[in-house]
């Protein structure tokens, strides 16, 4: 490690005790208690959680405290800003570079070479980070076994999400693992060192090289991949066949479902399930199937294992599903698994999207017969996330351009609303939350109006007791009800709930 002359010298000492932390959140609470502002590229630290203990220390102690343990140097100005990078790059953001340029009078050590073209310097960094040695477990009491376990998240890195279904990939060993739908991962590696390679569809692949000293966990983030088309390769799904023995299962993600053409503008994750082999539709202009010969009340639809039972909207032109909601969707259509009790025909479990864990987002579109908004964000950075989207319908008109008297009268309507929250007890705990509700009205030429609705609260209890083993304790409640109301003096309304559980 190469340490830089101190610009702003100053004698106040601070003291921090800090466990089991990322590298960001260290660096957040030494700003916020020095007053110092501290740049650094995201892609020079690994994200394992590391531990800091400082007493009475400089600033120039602290940060040589800091990144003891990594191949980084710093300088620190008289402004109170810190620069920590690589020793042979700097990723010149544009906070940063207008900063050099105001500062270029001042003599800098060592010579750090500053490069013109950011494409470059991403480059270059990116490699130093994959090729970087992460040490896991004590160095100093290694682990007496042949292999350890190694755990731990594979997530975006735009949004701090899990990514379901990415596959991790020992080198040495020549075993993989697939990352659950929480992104959590545990595979057993060799003691030593090991080359992981971590991959999923629609992400740029990436490796990390692991000394392994005992059990331990680490976070691998992964970018979007937007390649320049060149070639057309078209690979089977080897890995799937090798790393499960789970027959008759379709995998769909959010990213799948949004390619496929959509009516009215709206992506619909029960139309995407009619292109799979084996699937039919029960009729037209409607979002029921049928799988192998099976009839649509034998299928078992669960949203993040709340019991859907009826996935329709507008006489079947929409499905029950905010698209922008889901995260992934699996049909199981043969040997299906025994958690879900036993079904005929088959079972769609369709999970929805943690909230954007790193800043708040939201969107909003108008169609021509539906209207929506989705919000996303932190609610306690690197703790609670919210998701939370709503969609409703203005159809009416449109009935109204019919021609015929009769059905000029009729309307329909739905709406409904999706509402999601995650929170991190510790690194071991994570509490869930997730609420939906839906409800359609319609009535067609006459005096009756049909009115069905969806209710649905699951909560989810997610423990880690070790890198082997980690248990998920699921509870909700879900409801269906049915009504139909006629005109005074004409038919004799009445209501039905006709599932609750």
């Not at 020793?87 to 340029?101: D, G, H, I, P, Q």
């Not at 099976?294 to 299928?299: A, I, L, V």
Request: some cysteine.
């Amino acid at each position: 490690m190469s340490v830089q002359p101190l610009l702003a010298q100053e004698n106040k000492v601070y003291s921090f005790q800090m466990r089991e932390l990322k590298f960001e959140t260290i660096v957040d609470s030494i700003q916020s208690k020095t007053g110092y502002r501290i740049y650094f590229d995201p892609l020079s630290v690994d994200t394992l959680l590391q531990s800091f203990v400082v007493d009475s220390m400089t600033i120039e102690g602290v940060i040589q405290t800091l990144i003891s343990s990594k191949p980084l140097q710093f300088y620190i100005t008289k402004q109170k800003q810190i620069f920590i990078f690589d020793r042979a790059t700097v990723l010149m953001s544009e906070e940063l570079a207008k900063f050099w340029r105001q500062t270029q009078n001042e003599k800098l050590e060592p010579a750090a070479v500053l490069l013109k073209q950011q494409e470059v310097v991403v480059k270059t960094v990116v490699e130093q980070s994959e090729n970087k040695l992460i040490e896991v477990g004590s160095k100093e009491k290694p682990s007496n076994a042949a292999k350890i376990t190694l755990a731990g998240y594979i997530k975006d890195v735009n949004d701090g999400s899990g990514i379901v279904g990415a596959t991790v990939y020992a080198v040495n060993t020549k075993v993989g693992v697939v990352t659950d739908p929480f992104g959590f991962f545990s595979i057993k590696i060799p003691l030593g060192r090991t080359t992981l390679n971590i991959s999923s569809a629609g992400m740029k692949p990436s490796r990390r090289e692991i000394m392994a000293y005992g059990d331990g966990q680490i976070i691998v983030e992964l970018k979007e991949n937007v390649p320049t088309l060149k070639a057309v390769t078209i690979v089977a799904e080897k890995n799937s066949n090798v790393r499960r023995m789970q027959m008759g299962v379709e995998k769909l993600t959010a990213r799948n479902i949004k390619l496929v053409p959509v009516l009215l503008g709206e992506p619909d994750v029960l139309r995407v399930l009619l292109t799979l082999p084996g699937v039919t539709s029960v009729g037209e202009a409607s979002t029921g199937f049928n799988v192998r010969g099976g009839s649509t009340d034998q299928n078992l639809i669960l949203l993040n294992d709340a019991t859907i039972y009826n996935p329709s909207h507008v006489f079947g032109f929409f499905s029950a599903f905010n698209p922008d909601q889901i995260k992934s969707a699996e049909l199981y259509k043969s040997a299906i698994p025994e958690r879900y009790g036993g079904r005929l025909s088959s079972v769609l479990d369709i999970t929805t999207r943690d909230g954007n864990a790193k800043k708040w987002t939201g969107s909003a579109g108008i169609g021509p017969l539906t209207s929506k908004f989705n919000l996303e964000g932190p609610i306690v950075k690197d703790k609670t996330t919210l998701l939370v989207g709503a969609r409703t319908s203005y159809s009416d008109w449109i009935i109204k351009q019919i021609p015929d008297p009769i059905y000029k009268k009729s309307s329909a309507s739905f709406y409904d609303v999706n509402l999601h929250l995650s929170h991190k007890f510790s690194k071991k705990d994570d509490l869930y939350l997730t609420i939906y509700k839906s409800a359609d009205q319609f009535r067609l030429g006459n005096d009756t109006t049909f009115s069905y609705a969806n209710q649905n609260i699951v909560a989810k209890w997610k423990h880690v007791f070790n890198n082997k083993l980690y248990s998920t304790l699921t509870a909700g409640q879900d409801e269906y009800s049915y009504r139909v109301k006629g005109d005074e003096g004409t038919v004799r309304g009445y209501q039905t709930m006709a599932c609750k559980k």
